[in-house]
């Protein structure tokens, strides 16, 4: 299923994500922020993208999608084929917002929202008119780089409905997983908030410094999850009897008082100021945008690695890697449109506003 517009419902880091991805896949966007400074904050982030992208394919990138500002959600959402939510984290703003898409996007777009932990259930009470094509779309920074999507369906939320969003996220290059029940932080947050809260421990008590837990990361299953995940890489651990060996001799552990993970520090400006300079010290020498760029070329350097191995068919995010990259040439090498042809799909009624109004 093509999406041949989008429309991104907020500009921060997240909604810029989407913004750059979407358009780096040729999809015009049309983005609505009351923020004054939008249309920077966007620029900043299209202008990281580009670079990113620029090393996947260095003989050329597709044309982009044209990016235009709305003055109003309704202007937004117009024709559009797909409406990413995107704004912060607080139902109240999500129910407005949501209803507003609701009340003026075309009844066949689907609409995804970025929430990292809140129920489609719980948002789609605000929209009266067709809460069945809401779904949670959750993505991961950068959403221009990193392909995984967790779909998440609500009560009132059409199979129909997570079915095509799949194909929609799936169509600029994104690995979507349908989540199979509804809970509240989904699955890739939860064993985030996990290993955040014993790192917090393990900081807030003395253990070690922010820069000694991030290198135990790095340099050790960090590497490993980058290509295999967690079940995976343990099932290897138990050797030639494979995971049921594994659970034996490690299962055990799991009554051991070795974490925290059901206790949560107290957040207090002590535990802020600790982590915050402790960050500092780590980091203050590269400023976000130079991080941002050693993260992206870190990213695609590991993607096109993962690319080569299993014959050069690829190896998880390298398998998708070499199919999206591969997408994005043969877009680049399309014939670019008349700008009749494209004023003509611009004003072309969609199927389901000519029944509307029939």
Wanted: hydrophobic residues 40%.
């Amino acid at each position: 299923m093509t999406i041949n517009k989008a429309a991104c419902i907020g500009g921060g880091v997240i909604g810029a994500g989407w913004v750059a991805r979407l358009a780096l896949n040729g999809i015009d966007v049309a983005i609505y922020d009351p923020d004054p400074e939008a249309d920077r904050k966007v620029g900043e982030v299209l202008k990281g993208a580009r670079r990113a992208y620029r090393k996947m394919l260095p003989d050329g990138l597709p044309k982009e999608g044209r990016i235009t500002y709305a003055k109003t959600i309704a202007e937004a959402v117009a024709d559009a084929d797909l409406v990413q939510e995107s704004v912060p984290e607080r139902l109240e703003l999500k129910h407005r917002v949501l209803a507003e898409i609701d009340a003026h996007a075309p009844s066949s777009a689907i609409v995804g929202s970025s929430t990292s932990g809140i129920k489609p259930t719980d948002m789609a009470v605000a929209m009266k008119q067709h809460p069945e094509r809401l779904v949670v779309a959750h993505p991961f920074n950068p959403v221009y780089l990193l392909p995984l999507v967790e779909i998440v369906g609500g009560e009132q939320t059409w199979p129909e409905a997570i079915e095509l969003a799949r194909e929609h996220y799936a169509g600029i290059g994104m690995k979507p997983v349908v989540i199979r029940k509804e809970i509240e932080a989904f699955v890739g947050d939860r064993l985030l908030e996990a290993m955040w809260r014993e790192a917090l421990w393990l900081i807030k008590d003395g253990i070690c410094t922010v820069e000694e837990l991030d290198d135990i990361m790095r340099y050790s299953f960090g590497l490993r999850w980058a290509q295999m995940g967690m079940f995976q890489v343990y099932r290897i651990a138990g050797g030639e009897a494979g995971m049921r060996h594994f659970m034996a001799q490690f299962g055990p552990c799991l009554s051991w008082p070795w974490t925290k993970l059901m206790d949560v520090p107290e957040f207090n400006d002590e535990l802020v100021d600790l982590i915050a300079t402790q960050s500092d010290d780590q980091s203050d020498h590269w400023s976000i945008r130079e991080l941002e760029k050693i993260r992206d070329d870190n990213l695609v350097a590991i993607m096109e690695a993962l690319g080569k191995q299993n014959k050069g068919k690829g190896w998880g995010a390298g398998e998708l890697h070499n199919d999206y990259t591969k997408k994005l040439s043969k877009l680049a090498r399309k014939p670019k449109a008349s700008k009749a042809a494209e004023k003509a799909r611009a004003t072309k009624p969609k199927k389901a506003d000519k029944a509307k109004k029939k």
